[in-house]
């Protein structure tokens, strides 16, 4: 099989893919260094199967089906809620071929103002977030893939304590709210969807940003 790892950062995602499943991945990242993954890959020893490349998401250089699935591990949202990208991405999946999504999510939707406990520590940017049933319906709508799974991880927001005070535990703005939030609105979340057999399309094109 071939696996497209979107946003793959240090590529462990990918080792991880390659280790576990036996699956060939094409590690893509726009900021991560691929010399860099590609000696990380050298080291665990799995260059026979695993291939790094700088690009971006919304201009990617592959043929059309040519991956059996695509994941998208806490990135997607970055670039996934634009309403032409699940089109996008998905000329590039294999009829039946799969597409999966996990990273930080919103429990539920906000309605309103932000919430008092997280108001110190949001920012514009992070109205990208959203929970697995706006994830949901965003895939269905188009009418390209059928949504297998859209839920969220139980106890996600203590995983992302974990993950806090493991890498960067001076971040004290970010775990304060997360801490007196106690996953009422942040967690994680992810969704996966199958690509439903479709005429053929032309090669995929990148989108214009939302």
């Not at 280790?19 to 665990?44: C, H, M, Y």
């Not at 919103?106 to 920012?123: D, F, Q, S």
């Not at 929970?131 to 709508?141: D, F, V």
């Not at 009418?143 to 839920?151: L, P, R």
């Amino acid at each position: 099989m071939r696996v497209l790892d979107l946003g793959c950062g240090g590529a462990s995602s990918s080792i991880f893919l390659r280790k576990e499943f036996g699956v060939q991945v094409w590690a893509v990242d726009l900021s991560a260094d691929p010399t860099a993954n590609a000696a990380r890959i050298q080291e665990a020893g799995l260059a026979d199967g695993i291939f790094p490349l700088r690009c971006d998401a919304r201009a990617l250089p592959f043929a059309s089906n040519y991956f059996d699935a695509v994941t998208a591990i806490d990135n997607f949202f970055y670039y996934g809620t634009d309403d032409l990208y699940l089109d996008y991405i998905a000329r590039f999946v294999k009829p039946e071929g799969q597409i999966g999504i996990a990273g930080a999510a919103l429990m539920r939707e906000i309605e309103g103002a932000v919430p008092e406990h997280l108001r110190e520590w949001w920012e514009n940017e992070m109205w990208c977030l959203h929970s697995a049933a706006w994830w949901r319906r965003h895939w269905e709508r188009p009418g390209i893939v059928e949504v297998t799974v859209a839920d969220h991880m139980p106890d996600g927001w203590r995983r992302w304590l974990d993950w806090h005070h493991a890498i960067c535990p001076d971040n004290a703005v970010e775990i304060r709210a997360i801490e007196a939030d106690q996953g009422e609105y942040m967690g994680y979340a992810r969704a996966v969807a199958r690509v439903l057999t479709s005429p053929a399309r032309q090669s995929p094109s990148p989108t214009k940003p939302a």
